[in-house]
Structure formats: structure tokens, C-alpha cells
């Protein structure tokens, strides 16, 4: 089409550029409407009223499942540890990566943990979550290393440090295990306490997890995580500096792991040798449930700890409505696929929209 | 390389190699690029201009040689470099991150903030209307890039260049998915950024692209530097010999079939929101040429016919039998043959060896009772690969590491192979340089002499005019117009193309 | 001599019994998993058997407890050609053919703690009778709540021979003693032996059952796990908790009155006991028949019963008073 | 301007490297030589393994990773993963205990269990391949799903009375050979297996799928179609290794094989297939399951703790794929002529690589 460029768009002012039939026209909504509408079509709404309505029919069918003072503490210290590895694992996931070796990784910092309060009684408790948070943070590293230099797929790096960090934990650890006598009282009520009703655990999950979605949101750094999960190849060619991206992005995952470890001993105060095996998958499962694209690019870390706490309520709740508990993790499983299947009714749905915009 | 010698250049290169293993993709890139000039760099397919750019770009690093910016020596490491020292790219693929929104696309990474270093997010939608309007497009610019067609996404990369404010512009093949307005706005925009004063480099194959905007041009051959030009001194036949070292006889080479049966019939075929109602009818011996503005859904049809996506309701038939809808394999079994538009993600495996590529779709008719070594495939790919002189060193070559023009051969060489009734090709020579070009015309006309039924879709007007025996036209969806070799003028196609609202209502 | 001639493995067996006589003595213990400190101090009697002994004592054991992956180990020990393997056994059935497969290559297997199908083991070392277990924690459970009102049990895995056999013998006694006419057992939860899992599912029970008055917890990982919830929950101090659980797991829940008593065996007597035994077997100075006897260092003399079956004793009950005195 | 102006004959025979090199110097050559060194290791330092049984319960332990390995090396090559395949040897587990106990006969049962793997393939498969969903996604799902239908069959309860002949039959071996019996229906599986991936259209698009699946479906390859076959063998053959894991250790149980899918995609991974498929050959798996067989097996009889084998598992899997990266890095540093040492680089050879970019001989 070079030759004879006659514009017709010349003869008929701006209106009919050949766009017009290809583009979708700039959203004229208000912006109140339009965040309104966001908020009724995002993935976080839907999985949280899914979360409601559990917790309402379980609470119709047992009253103390929620109002009786162990009921709405364990409604929200249950999940808290769960949620901190979702958060983590949302963030690998937002950039096309995920991070298995979580759950051994908080293994070994919660191994740690028991070991610094025998080793050294007088160690502060900030100390000893300190080293979590650096142990975590290290394990991390090596996984982004290898992840971010080695150009290997995330997926068989770090289910090569899952079997390396548990076997690490397990050799260090020996027949040795923590008991609660072990550890002090006041970590241990760390683990247990509440401030004006809510739990400790619950509070430091949430401030953790609002940083980091804050983060996501409106810093540069957090928008280029989602610009790598989109299309790592365009990251790089963008020049976009995905390495120090990703290296971020295991280290925040290996931290939040590491502190998970020292607040699960402090909420179980026993470390066994299968701490945390097996979450890794619950973690991604609830950033999955939580609207996190598989392949990266979008999704919040907000729906991943929705979904964190949904998948943890309804393993409390099931027994209440009357459902044996060996069919839990049926429930859960019939949970994700429902997830993933309802992401793409919705996405076909938008395609729909938009072929008709097109048609008109 | 006259007028403006005693000033510094923004850009130069002199002598730059660059190797990917064994194969040499620039031997001796050079290129000097003044400020306040728009810089044509052409050559036949795989001469290293996009490797020259890319080098510039930061996204390789040369082997040896001269590149200094703005008379400094310089090596970028990463893409980030020669963007933090002012060269903005847009490359030959669109680079963008679907899920985002167009917005952040164009702004990533350098998102304007606003207090606590949080990103404006009001301010960059504004900016990026600001762009829009420019460019004269309309574009949601929250909308995310995901589902945008090549041609949007290639709007949004040159908004993203643009905005970079850089002192050297580098486009590479900006215009290859781009419809005559659309190139039109775009070479005004790089006028008015030229008369700013920055540098531009512009790669095409379209030579009257080159004529109409540059100011001057670089040959490059096989990896080397050839010769540097001044636009209003040379013509276009002789950067055509420089760029292939001999003389393109005919451009067109179109010889009189003997036109025979239908063979494919395709009526009342209509998708919601992409094409309606669509009847043609292609003969044996025949060139259809599909012509229409870029999202006229071309592409759209001929994907739909050969069942690589379904349709809503309609026909379509081979030899006078109905193929099943939504089934490539019906329509290959029913004697079709489909080159697509994008050929490194639809018509290669690219990934795959020549080879492979081409025993791709001949397997089954190759292999004995289902079962296939890879002897009999290279029995059967080496003759293919041989007549359409595919230039490869060996044929289980990567198809990825060749040449745009060398990987469209292996494309057809792969569909030839099936001995089609009906091959439908889609922007046959897009990104393809002159010398190739004329090979694929020559080769197209030769099997249509044979009997062959062909429906070439092409942005290329001429390629159009001069290729086919007669010419649909299809404006949004609808065939707007049917015309006779002889009736096919410049002026009746674009009429076309582009007055169907007014006719309809 | 070596009087062996046990149904199966007729002559083979024999065989072995004499030349096994002379030359080293090497055992291997397989727990149900490592990591458990009840079976840590279980190995660490062995071990000191071992010593008194001076045979080539090594414990191996898989991660976690579940038949297959014990299967490799007892694999193992028949490759190696050991004289004897102590093995705690996480399902009766499934580990036959592979002891079968270690016996028939010479190796003489004890069972402790837990115990296979009688015919595939040459001896188990029982820690208490069944009745004895089931009875004495009844005896507890009933004591601290009073002697009425609904209790519950939180078991290891819903397979595990032993907590099965106990919890059908408080079931049995809980219908046909008149002591415990008012007690009702409302629900049978299982943890399997895993902290989290226990821990929560002592919540579930709390939560399910808002009249629960004791939770009897046949396992030392449960006991422990339901004694750490309770401490910190409105439940502590009216939901009584007895079970089988270690001095030192309880020590604390003791001390702050979650727990008011429990009971067990010493586990370290019990792997002490299981050494002897094995080695008596492999010396020939026992075949496990009915009413053969041996020595077994300082525990003194024991008796072979009925299914190849040696009792240790009678379970301990532990409590504020007599904790401080154990460290095990 | 150009160097190089041949009128080559176009035969294919001027084109391709050597056979013997390029069969040589792959991924897989590196993994069965590997192999075969920690076997001969081993047979030489490590006490007992020489011994009669090591061969039959080595290869009784890998047989269940052997069996789903083959499925899953298709799968993985296609681009696609499956996670659910423990837990569908957990349910078909399940099932065949249930039915059994339930009256019928074990080929009944074991026949239904080898159905509902179909079925458990076919929901992965079709989620997969017709919906579109990605499979990391859809077979979390269903392993939790397959895991949790099998233990809220059969709670935590296990069913162990199988009848002896049908258990014997998972143990035994072939007459006087330490080869266990399983191996017969595992060998008739590998070779329709390698012919499948190997020698067939079906494995071409496989390939094909792996490294493009738009241009193999504009190609005329049915992606959605070999997707749900895949899944479908994935399914029945996991089945199948759950119904032989279930008679070996005549015993029932939801949890059984809990963990064996990372166990199955380590060894897959090891073998040399790319991750992001498009890349990998069946008989470098094979080497890969039993790699990890003998290493578990040796340190087993040096009494050395599972913990270990786990780490040298863990860093073989790392090492086997960072290393071919870090060679090809570091040979492209030195001069070109040393290049193609790398194992990945074995496709280009020395001469075609001197060609380089080759001018059309229009000139001469
Ligand atoms: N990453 C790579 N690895 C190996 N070879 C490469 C690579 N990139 C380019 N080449 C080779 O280098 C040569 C030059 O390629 P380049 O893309 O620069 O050509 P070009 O002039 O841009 O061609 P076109 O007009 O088709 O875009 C080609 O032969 C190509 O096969
Ligand atoms: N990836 C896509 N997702 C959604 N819609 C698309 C996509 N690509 C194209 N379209 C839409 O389909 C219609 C036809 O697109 P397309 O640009 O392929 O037409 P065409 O006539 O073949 O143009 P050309 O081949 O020159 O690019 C347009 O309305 C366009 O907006
Ligand atoms: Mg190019
Ligand atoms: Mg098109």
C-alpha cells in the first residue's frame, strides 16, 4: 500500500481513521465509574465473596466456627503463615517463575530458629527472626542466581534446592528436634497472642502483605515484575533489568519463607522433620485460586492471600458442614480447577466484548 | 557522505563484526549517521541490518570494530545503556507485554512519579493521548496490548520511540505491517523529529518508502558495508544492483495461465465481529489477489478457509467438495496449502531444522504404516529444499538462525511439497528484499502456469496489480469491490478499500 | 545347637542359625521414621544393648512413616546380609513379603512397638498388653473429668496396628464397665503423628464438640501436639488431656496444669529389650517358639508368649510429682 | 564481496554432520555414560551391591518412576506438565483395595482402576487440550483433587488382603533371572513408547507442538488432539503403576506414592528433556530413572541417610541443567574455532559452520 496514499482521512476529518475499525475507542467512564467497575470484574472480589460465603455457612451451621473467642482467632492465625508464602510465591509467580523449595526453606529457618534459642538462651527474639529473615533471604538468592544467570526454568531449579534445602535441614538436624520446652515463653506467645482481638501473626502477615502489594502497585520496580512475567524477552530487549528483577523477586520469596519458618515454630513450638512439606503447592495454589496467572504478568498478591485464607477455611470449615475431613483435599483440588476454569469463562467473555466493539 | 563531513555524527560504525557461533551475521557493518537526517540502511534478506541495529541497540555486543555516538566511543552491555545514552529502537518484532496496558508499555520503566515515588498513573494516561494524537490514532490507552493486531502493535512501539525524546531514532522495518495512512502518519512524525535536529535510521524493503523519506542510504550485502549514498543522486535500479550485486531483471514477472475449473468456492462465509458474508471463487491457473487495508480481516478469511479457526456459518469447497470447518488436516487432505503472515510463529517451527520444517506437513503421506525415521524425511525435504535453493549450510540447520527471505523459502518449499491444488499465501514477501522478492513472484506466476489455484493476500499494491488475475477487495469484513486485471487501477482498489461505510449506508 | 526348625523357612533357617554363630553380630533398627524422639530413645537402648553386647549396632530410616519406604530399607538389610533387624512397622500386611525376603537371607527380624502379621516376624517386643494400655488411660481420662461427660480421641494414622488395637479395647471397656457408664466417646479424630495435622485437629474437635470434657491422645506426637493447643486456648484447665506421651515432650504441660497425668512405657527399655532379643534369636539361644526364655542385661529375664510375643511390662503413669525424675 | 561461491550438489548427505557425531555427542550420551560410571562405581566400592538382589529390588523400586516416565517425557516435550500422576496411582490404589475388598476378582478391579486412570486423563486432558487451561495449573488442581477422591474413599484406612497369586505375580521374577516380572510389561511400554516419540508422525508433532504449537496446528497437527492422547496415556499408565505399586506392597492406601510426580519430572528433567519442551529423548530418561535408582541404592547400603541421596538428587538435577548452560557460555568466550565442545552445540559441525553466510552462486 505505498504508492498511491491517498488519505481518505484527509477528506474527512480525524473521525474515520482506518483505526476506528480495529481499536478500541478511548473508555469514556468517569474515573470513579470506572474504578467501580474494576473492582466488581476483579478476580480478588469474586474469590473473597467465595470466602464469605463459607465462613457464613459454616458459622449457620456451628455458631462458635466464627463467634467464640477460639473461632475468630483461628479463623485468622490459621492462615497467616500460609498467607506470608503466598504473598512470596505470588510474586515469583507474577514474573513467570515459581519457587518451590519454599516449603524447605521455611523447614530449615524454623530448624534454626529452635537451634539459636538452645544455643544461645539469651538471644532476643528480634535476633533470632532477624537470622530467619537472612537465612530465608540467602536460600533465595542462590535459588535467583541460578534461576536469573544459569537460564534455567524456575520450575527445576528450585525443585532441585527443594530436595537440596531439606536434605540440608535433615542432616543439620540429625534425630534432634525441637520441643516447646525448648523455646522461650515469650516467643512462644508470640506465636498465640492478640492485640485488641487480632493475633500477632495475623498483624505481621497483613503489614507484609500490604507492603508488598503497595509496592507491586506503585513503584516502578514492582510494575517491571509484572512487565518480566508478561514477556520476559521483551523485558530484556526493552532493557528492563530483569536479573536484579528476579534476584529481587526470590529473595522477597526465600525472606517471607525464612519468616514464616520462625513464626511457625513460634505458633506449633515443635519442629518436626515434615515442617512445611508439601506447602509449596498449597502456596501456589493460592495465588492461583487468588487470579495470579500461571505464566505470569497478572494477578495481585491481595487475591493470593484471599485465596490463602480461603483454601485454610474451608479445611476448617468442611468438618462443620458435615463433610469428613479425608475429603478436604478433594475440595480444594475441585476449588483450583473451578478457579482457573471461571478465569477463562471470563476471559472468553471479554474476547467476545471486544470482537463485538468491533462489529458495531 | 558529502555535505556534512566536518560535523560530529551521532551515530558511527566502521568495520563492525559480529558472529553467532559459526555463522557471520556482520562482517564489516559500517554506518555514519548525522544529526538532523533520516538514514535509509537496506539490503537483500540476511545482509545483517537488523544485527547492525541490535548491536547499536545493546542487545549484542560486537566482536570488533568502531562504534562511537556522538564521537565517543561506546559499548553498551544491555539495552538499558543505549537508552540511558539516548538511542531509542524499534525492532523488526514487536516487543511487547500483553498483559499491560498499552500504557505502561510505552512508559515501563521510566513511569513519571510523583510524591514517595509512587508512579502517576493520571499523568502517564495523559501523556500517552498526547502520543495517540500525534500519531492520529485512536487507542484506549488503557486497554491491555494483549489482542492487538501487528499493525496496532507496531503503532505502539514507534508511540514508545517516540517518547523516549532520543537523539538517535533507529526503526527497523517500522512499516512492514502498516497500511498507506498509517505509514503516512509515521513518516510525518519522523520528519518533524528530524527537523529537530535528531538522527534517524529507517530500514525497509519498500523502495519507494526509502525514496520518499530519507535522505540518504547504506547498501549492505552479505554482512559488509557496500556503499553510501545521497538519495536525490542514485535510483532505485541502481541500489537494486548494489544491494545484489548483479541486475533484478522484472520485478513482476507475471506469464498468462490458461485459467481452468473453480477450485475453491468459498460462500456466505461470516464470523461475528471479523468477517460477514464473504463469497470468492479462485480457478485453477488463477492469482486472486485478496487486497484491503491492514485489518480489513484478510488474514482473518484465508485463516478461516484453511480451518485454522472456525467460522460462524458459510461454505467453502475444493473441487466441488465440501471442507469440514475448523480442521486444518480436512483441508490440506482436500488439497490445500496455507503460507500465513507471521512465518516465525505460524509457518515455521522455528526452532526445528530445515528439514523437519519441510517433510513437516508430508510426513504422513511419507511415513510407512505411521512410522517415520528421519533418513526417509531427509529423503524427502532434500529435493524441496534444493529447488527452492534454500541457503543453508545443512539442512538440519535451526530454521531460526536464517533469514526472513530464507525462512519464507523453507515455508514454501514445505507447502509445495504437499503438490497443493490451492495454495492461499499471505503477504508473501513481506519483509523480504527485492531480490528474493522477485524470485517468490517468478516462482508464483511459473506455478500458476502449472494449474495451480492461488489467493495472495499483500499490503503491497503493486505486488497486487502486478501479480494477480484478478483482485477482491475487502474493507471491514465485507468484499467491497471484484475487478478484472485490466480494471485493477491504484485508484479503484484504494476506493475500495476504504469507502465501504459510505456505500453501505 | 540350634534347635530352629520355625514352619516356613524349614531348612534354610537352620542353616543360618549355625553359621551365624560364631562371627560378628550386626543389627539394624528401622523406626517408623527418624526425627521422633520416642524412637530416638528407643535406638539410644538399643544402641547400649548394642555396646554390652559388641555387636555392629546402625539405625537407618525414612523421612517420613509409611510402608514403602520402609520396604527399601529392610531391602537393604537383606543385600547386606545383616544377622538381625529391629523394625517398628508402619502397617502389618505391607512389609511381609520384604521381611520374608530379608529372612530367607538369613536375617532374623524383631518387631518392637508396633508389629507386622505374627508369621512374618520372628519375635515382637510388645511394650504393654493392648488391655493394659487401654485400660490404664481410661483409668486417667476418667479420673481427671470426673467420671462423666463426652470425651474424644486423637489417634496417629488410621491405619497404625497398635493405636487401633487400643482404641477397640477402650471401646469395649467404655460399653461393658459400669465405672464408665457416663462417659461417652463422641469422636475418634486422627493426627497422623504429624504436629500440624494434630494440632489442628485438635482444634476440629474442640470446635465440633463444644461439650467435650478429655481428649485421650494414644500417641506422643498427639498428646503433645493437643497439650500445646490447649495451653493457650480458653479450653486449658476444663478440657482434660491424657494420653501416651514422653517425660520430656509433657514436662512443661504438666507444670502449667494442661495436662494433669499421662502415661507410658520407657522406650529406651523397650529397644534395650529388642536388641537382646534379637541377638538371642541370632545366637540360637531362642527360636521364638512359646516359652523359650532369655536374658536381656539389666532388665533381667523374659519369657517368650504366645505369638512370638515378649511383654516389657506394664505402662508408667507420669505426673507433676514423679515428671522431673525422667529425661527421656 | 563474498568468500565463498560453491555450486554445491544439493544432496543431503553435503549438508548433514556425521551420523556418529551427532548420535554421540548429546545430552543423553552424557547421562547414560554417567549412569554407567555410578554403576560401575558402585559395583566396585560399594559393598553388596554386586550382590544377587540388588538387580531385582533396584529395579523393582524404580519400576513405578520407570513406567510413568515414559508418558511424562511426551508430556513434558509437548510443553505441557503432569503433576497428578501420584495421585492418580493413589486413587487407582484406592480403587483396586475398595473393589477388591468389595467382592471382585483383582484382574476385575485392577481393570476398573486402569479405567478410572483413563477417566482422571481424560479431565486433565481435556481441561488441558480443549479448554486451554495451563496444565501447572489444571494438575494442581487434580492432584489434589485425585488425592483427595482416594483418600475420602478409603479414609486413612488400608486394604491389605490381596490374594497371594496377584501379589506374587508384582513380586516376582522372570524364572531364575532377578529380573522382576514387571519389566515385561515395562519393556512392551519403552518400545511403543520410542517408537511413538521416535519413529512415528504422531511423535514428529509431539516435537513439533513442544517447540511451536501455532505453527504445528498451521502445519496440520492436531495439538489438541495428541494433548488429550498424552494425558490419556499419562492417566492409564499411572494407573497402572499404581495397581502394581499397590500388589508389591499388598497394601491399599490414599497415600500411597505420595510425592513420586517431582520424583518422576526430576528423573525426566535429568534425562535431558527441556523443560520447555520441544527437546529430549526417551532413552536419556530411562538413564535418568535409573541413575537415581542407583544412587538411592548405593548410599542406602553404605547406610548413608535419605537426607544425603536428597541432596545429591537435588544437585545432580540442578548441575545437569545449568552446567550445558555454563559450558556453552563459556565456549563462546573462547575462540571460535573450539566451539562446538558443548554437548548442545553438537548440531552445527566444523565444516557447514566455515561456510557461514553463503552468497547464491549467481555470480559465478
Ligand atoms: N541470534 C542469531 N543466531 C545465529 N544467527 C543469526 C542470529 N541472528 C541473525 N543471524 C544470522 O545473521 C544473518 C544476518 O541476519 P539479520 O537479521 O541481521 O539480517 P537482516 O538484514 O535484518 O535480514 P531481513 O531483511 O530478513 O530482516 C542471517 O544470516 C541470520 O541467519
Ligand atoms: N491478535 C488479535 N486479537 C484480536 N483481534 C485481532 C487480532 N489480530 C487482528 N485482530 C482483528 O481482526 C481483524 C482483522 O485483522 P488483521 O489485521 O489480521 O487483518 P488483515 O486484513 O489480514 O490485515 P494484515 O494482514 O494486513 O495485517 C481486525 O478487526 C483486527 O482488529
Ligand atoms: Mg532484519
Ligand atoms: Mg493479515
Not at chain 1, 479463623?75 to 507474577?94: E, R, Y
Not at chain 2, 559500517?30 to 544485527?51: F, M
Not at chain 2, 465481529?273 to 488463477?286: S, T
Request: charged share 20%; proline share 4%.
Amino acid at each position: 500500500m505505498s504508492t498511491p496514499t491517498q488519505t481518505p482521512h484527509d477528506a474527512h476529518g480525524a473521525e474515520v481513521s482506518t483505526g476506528e475499525a480495529l481499536l478500541v475507542e478511548p473508555s469514556r467512564l468517569s474515573p470513579t465509574r470506572r474504578a467501580i467497575t474494576t473492582v466488581l470484574r476483579s478476580r480478588e472480589l469474586s474469590i473473597f465473596l467465595v470466602l464469605v460465603a463459607v465462613v457464613v455457612l459454616a458459622t449457620t451451621k456451628n455458631n462458635s466456627f466464627l463467634f467464640s473467642s477460639d473461632g475468630w482467632r483461628n479463623f485468622l492465625l490459621n492462615p497467616s503463615i500460609l498467607v506470608l508464602l503466598a504473598v512470596g510465591q505470588g510474586v515469583v509467580i507474577i514474573t513467570r517463575n515459581v519457587d518451590l523449595s519454599v516449603g524447605s526453606v521455611m523447614a530449615l529457618t524454623a530448624y534454626l530458629t529452635g537451634r539459636l534459642f538452645i544455643d544461645h538462651p539469651g538471644l532476643p527474639i528480634i535476633a533470632v527472626v532477624a537470622a530467619c529473615l537472612l537465612l530465608g533471604a540467602v536460600l533465595g538468592l542462590v535459588n535467583g542466581l541460578l534461576v536469573a544467570y544459569g537460564k534455567v526454568p524456575a520450575l527445576v531449579i528450585t525443585l532441585g534446592t527443594l530436595y537440596i534445602y531439606r536434605g540440608i535441614m535433615l542432616t543439620w538436624a540429625g534425630s534432634d528436634r525441637i520441643n516447646a520446652g525448648d523455646l522461650p515463653r515469650e516467643f512462644l506467645r508470640l506465636g498465640t497472642r492478640s492485640v485488641l482481638g487480632v493475633p500477632m501473626l495475623t498483624i505481621i502477615a497483613v503489614l507484609v502483605l500490604a507492603a508488598v502489594g503497595y509496592y507491586l502497585h506503585t513503584a516502578r520496580g514492582g510494575r517491571e515484575l509484572y512487565a518480566i512475567g508478561s514477556d520476559p524477552d521483551a523485558a530484556v530487549l526493552y532493557g528492563l533489568p530483569v536479573r536484579r528483577r528476579l534476584l529481587a523477586a526470590f529473595v522477597l520469596s526465600g525472606a517471607l519463607a525464612g519468616l514464616a519458618g520462625a513464626l511457625y515454630t513460634a505458633r506449633y513450638g515443635t519442629v518436626s522433620s515434615s515442617v512445611g512439606s508439601g506447602i509449596e503447592l498449597q502456596a501456589v495454589a493460592a495465588a492461583v485460586i487468588g487470579g495470579i496467572a500461571i505464566f505470569g504478568g497478572s494477578g495481585t498478591v491481595w487475591g493470593a492471600a484471599i485465596g490463602a485464607f480461603l483454601l485454610v477455611t474451608i479445611n476448617r470449615a468442611l468438618p462443620s458442614l458435615g463433610i469428613e475431613d479425608f475429603w478436604q483435599r478433594a475440595v480444594v483440588g475441585a476449588l483450583i480447577l473451578g478457579a482457573i476454569v471461571l478465569d477463562r469463562v471470563l476471559a472468553a467473555r471479554q474476547a467476545r466484548k471486544l470482537a463485538e466493539s468491533r462489529d458495531r | 557522505m558529502t555535505a556534512t563531513d566536518t560535523a560530529v555524527p551521532v551515530l558511527e560504525l566502521r568495520d563492525v563484526s559480529k558472529s553467532f557461533g559459526p555463522v557471520v551475521a556482520l562482517r564489516s557493518g559500517s554506518l555514519r549517521v548525522d544529526g538532523g537526517s533520516i538514514h535509509a540502511l537496506i539490503g537483500e534478506n540476511g545482509a545483517g541490518k537488523s544485527t547492525l541495529v541490535k548491536v547499536v541497540a545493546g542487545v549484542h555486543r560486537r566482536d570488533s570494530g568502531v562504534f562511537e555516538l556522538g564521537g565517543e566511543s561506546v559499548d553498551f552491555s544491555s539495552t538499558a545503556d543505549s537508552k540511558a545514552a539516548g538511542v531509542a529502537v524499534i525492532y523488526q518484532e514487536p516487543t511487547l507485554f500483553p498483559d499491560l496496558s498499552v500504557t505502561e508499555n510505552i512508559f515501563m520503566g521510566r513511569q513519571p512519579l510523583t510524591r514517595g515515588r509512587r508512579i502517576d498513573r493520571q499523568g502517564m494516561y495523559d501523556e500517552a493521548e498526547r502520543l495517540f494524537d500525534r500519531l492520529g490514532v485512536r487507542i484506549d490507552p488503557r486497554r491491555p496490548a494483549a489482542g492487538l493486531s501487528i499493525a496496532d502493535q507496531q503503532i505502539i512501539e514507534i508511540a514508545k520511540a517516540i517518547s523516549l525524546d532520543a537523539r538517535l531514532l533507529v526503526m527497523d522495518e517500522p512499516t512492514a505491517a502498516l497500511s498507506g495512512v498509517e505509514v503516512d502518519r509515521l513518516f510525518a512524525v519522523a520528519r518533524s523529529l528530524r527537523d529537530e535536529g535528531r538522527a534517524l535510521v529507517f530500514i525497509s524493503h519498500r523502495f519507494d518508502e526509502v525514496f520518499a523519506l530519507a535522505d540518504t542510504v547504506t547498501v549492505m550485502r552479505d554482512g559488509s558495508y557496500i556503499d553510501t549514498l545521497r538519495i536525490d543522486e542514485t535510483s532505485p535500479s541502481e541500489l537494486v544492483s548494489l544491494m545484489v550485486g548483479r541486475d533484478v531483471d522484472e520485478l513482476f514477472p507475471k506469464v498468462a495461465a490458461t485459467i481452468g475449473e473453480p477450485v475453491l468456492q468459498v460462500s456466505g462465509l461470516s464470523r461475528a465481529g471479523v468477517f460477514h458474508d464473504v463469497h470468492l471463487e479462485v480457478r485453477a491457473g488463477e492469482i486472486v489477489g485478496l487486497a484491503g487495508l491492514v485489518g480489513a480481516g484478510r488474514s482473518e478469511v484465508a485463516r478461516a478457509v484453511f480451518g485454522v479457526d472456525p467460522y460462524d456459518s458459510g461454505s467453502v469447497r475444493i473441487g466441488g467438495k465440501d471442507v469440514k470447518a475448523h480442521d486444518p488436516r480436512a483441508a490440506i487432505r482436500a488439497g490445500m496449502a496455507f503460507i500465513p503472515e507471521d512465518r516465525r510463529k505460524q509457518g515455521l517451527v522455528i526452532d526445528s531444522s530445515v528439514t523437519r520444517n519441510v517433510a513437516g506437513v508430508i510426513r504422513r503421506s511419507i511415513a510407512k504404516a505411521g512410522l517415520l525415521t528421519s533418513s526417509m524425511e531427509n529423503k524427502a525435504a532434500g529435493p524441496w529444499a534444493g529447488r527452492l535453493e534454500v541457503k543453508t549450510s545443512a539442512l538440519d540447520m535451526n530454521a531460526a538462525t536464517m533469514s526472513g527471505g530464507n525462512q519464507q523459502k523453507v515455508v514454501i518449499a514445505k507447502w509445495l511439497a504437499t503438490n497443493p491444488a490451492l495454495l492461499i499465501i499471505d503477504e508473501p514477501t513481506r519483509g523480504i528484499d527485492v531480490g528474493t522478492k522477485a524470485e517468490v513472484h517468478r516462482l508464483l506466476s511459473e506455478l500458476a502456469g502449472q494449474g495451480l489455484a492461488i489467493l495472495m493476500i499483500s499490503s503491497e499494491l503493486p505486488e497486487v496489480l502486478g501479480m494477480a488475475d484478478r483482485v477482491l477487495v475487502l474493507c471491514e469484513g465485507r468484499i467491497t469491490a471484484e475487478l478484472d486485471r485490466a480494471d485493477a487501477t491504484p485508484e479503484a482498489v484504494m476506493h475500495a478499500a476504504t469507502h465501504h461505510l459510505e456505500d453501505a449506508s | 545347637g540350634c534347635g530352629s526348625d520355625d514352619g516356613g523357612d524349614g531348612g534354610s533357617g537352620s542353616d543360618g542359625g549355625s553359621s551365624s554363630g560364631g562371627g560378628d553380630l550386626s543389627i539394624t533398627m528401622l523406626p517408623k521414621n527418624l526425627g521422633n524422639a520416642y524412637f530416638d530413645t528407643s535406638t539410644d537402648g538399643a544402641e547400649k544393648a548394642a555396646d554390652e553386647l559388641g555387636a555392629d549396632f546402625e539405625e537407618v530410616g525414612p523421612e517420613t512413616g509409611s510402608p514403602d519406604a520402609q520396604v527399601s530399607y529392610i531391602n537393604t538389610v537383606a543385600q547386606q546380609g545383616k544377622d538381625a533387624l529391629i523394625i517398628s512397622a508402619n502397617d502389618p500386611d505391607a512389609l511381609c513379603d520384604a521381611i520374608d525376603e530379608a529372612r530367607s537371607a538369613d536375617v532374623k527380624v524383631v518387631t518392637f512397638d508396633a508389629d507386622t502379621n505374627p508369621d512374618c516376624r520372628d519375635l515382637f517386643i510388645n511394650q504393654a498388653t493392648a488391655e493394659g494400655i487401654a485400660s490404664k488411660q481410661l483409668e486417667l481420662i476418667a479420673d481427671e473429668i470426673g467420671g462423666s461427660g463426652e470425651i474424644a480421641i486423637l489417634s496417629a494414622s488410621a491405619n497404625a496396628t497398635n493405636q487401633n488395637a487400643w482404641i477397640d479395647m477402650m471401646e469395649k471397656e467404655l460399653a461393658d464397665n459400669p465405672d464408665y457408664a457416663d462417659i461417652k466417646l463422641v469422636d475418634t479424630v486422627y493426627g497422623d503423628d504429624e504436629d500440624q495435622k494434630s494440632f489442628d485437629q485438635t482444634e476440629a474437635l474442640l470446635q465440633n464438640h463444644p461439650d467435650l470434657k478429655g481428649i485421650i491422645s494414644p500417641t506422643t506426637v498427639g498428646i503433645a501436639a493437643a497439650a500445646r493447643y490447649l495451653s493457650d486456648s480458653e479450653y486449658k484447665g476444663k478440657v482434660a488431656l491424657t494420653g501416651l506421651g514422653t517425660p520430656n515432650q509433657m514436662r512443661e504441660f504438666v507444670k502449667d496444669g494442661t495436662v494433669g497425668s499421662f502415661a507410658l512405657w520407657n522406650p529406651g527399655d523397650l529397644g534395650y529389650l529388642a536388641t537382646y532379643a534379637a541377638a538371642a534369636l541370632v545366637d540360637g539361644t531362642i527360636s521364638g517358639e512359646e516359652g523359650d526364655s532369655f536374658e536381656a542385661g539389666e532388665l533381667g529375664e523374659f519369657e517368650v508368649g504366645a505369638d512370638g510375643t515378649v511383654l516389657l511390662g506394664e505402662p508408667f503413669t507420669f505426673n507433676a510429682d514423679n515428671i522431673d525424675d525422667f529425661d527421656f | 564481496m563474498s568468500t565463498t561461491t560453491q555450486a554445491p550438489a544439493r544432496t543431503y548427505s553435503a549438508y548433514s554432520a556425521p551420523l556418529w557425531q551427532r548420535l554421540l555427542l548429546t545430552r543423553e550420551t552424557a547421562v547414560i555414560a554417567l549412569t554407567a560410571a555410578v554403576i560401575l562405581y558402585s559395583i566396585a566400592n560399594v559393598p553388596n551391591f554386586d550382590g544377587p538382589l540388588t538387580i531385582k529390588f533396584l529395579l523393582q523400586d524404580i519400576a513405578p518412576i520407570l513406567l510413568i516416565a515414559l508418558p511424562m517425557t511426551l508430556v513434558i516435550i509437548t510443553g505441557e506438565i503432569d503433576l497428578s500422576v501420584a495421585s492418580i496411582m493413589g486413587l487407582s490404589s484406592v480403587l483396586l483395595g475398595v473393589l477388591h475388598e468389595g467382592g471382585m476378582s483383582v484382574p476385575a478391579a485392577a481393570l476398573l482402576a486402569l479405567l478410572a486412570g483413563l477417566a482422571c486423563g481424560a479431565l486433565n486432558g481435556f481441561l488441558i487440550a480443549y479448554v486451554g487451561l495451563p496444565s501447572l495449573a489444571v494438575t494442581i488442581g487434580t492432584l489434589a483433587l485425585f488425592r483427595g477422591i482416594a483418600v475420602g474413599l478409603l479414609g486413612t484406612k488400608a486394604i491389605t488382603d490381596f490374594t497371594e497369586k496377584w501379589a506374587d505375580l508384582a513380586t516376582g521374577t522372570i524364572g531364575e533371572t532377578k529380573i522382576p516380572l514387571v519389566m515385561i510389561p515395562f519393556a512392551v511400554l519403552a518400545i511403543g513408547f520410542v517408537v511413538l516419540l521416535h519413529f512415528s508422525t504422531f511423535g514428529r508433532g509431539v516435537y513439533d507442538i513442544g517447540l511451536n504449537d501455532e505453527a504445528a496446528h498451521f502445519t496440520g497437527v492436531d495439538v489438541a488432539r495428541t494433548k488429550m492422547v498424552l494425558f490419556l496415556l499419562s492417566g492409564v499408565v499411572s494407573a497402572l503403576a499404581g495397581i502394581y505399586f499397590t500388589l508389591r506392597f499388598g497394601s491399599a492406601r490414599g497415600d500411597n506414592a505420595t510425592g513420586y510426580e517431582l520424583q518422576v519430572i526430576a528423573a525426566v528433567l535429568l534425562g535431558g528433556v527441556s523443560i520447555f519442551g520441544g527437546r529430549g529423548r526417551l532413552h536419556g530418561v530411562l538413564a535418568g530413572v535409573v541413575l537415581i535408582g542407583v544412587i538411592s541404592s548405593a548410599l542406602r547400603l553404605e547406610s548413608v541417610t535419605v537426607n544425603v541421596t536428597n541432596i545429591i538428587v537435588g544437585l545432580l538435577l540442578v548441575a545437569s541443567v545449568i552446567l550445558p548452560n555454563v559450558l556453552a557460555a563459556a565456549s563462546s568466550r573462547l575462540p571460535r574455532k573450539a566451539a562446538p565442545a558443548a554437548p548442545r552445540e553438537s548440531h552445527t559441525h566444523e565444516n557447514a559452520a566455515s561456510a557461514g553466510v553463503t552468497t547464491r552462486g549467481s555470480d559465478s
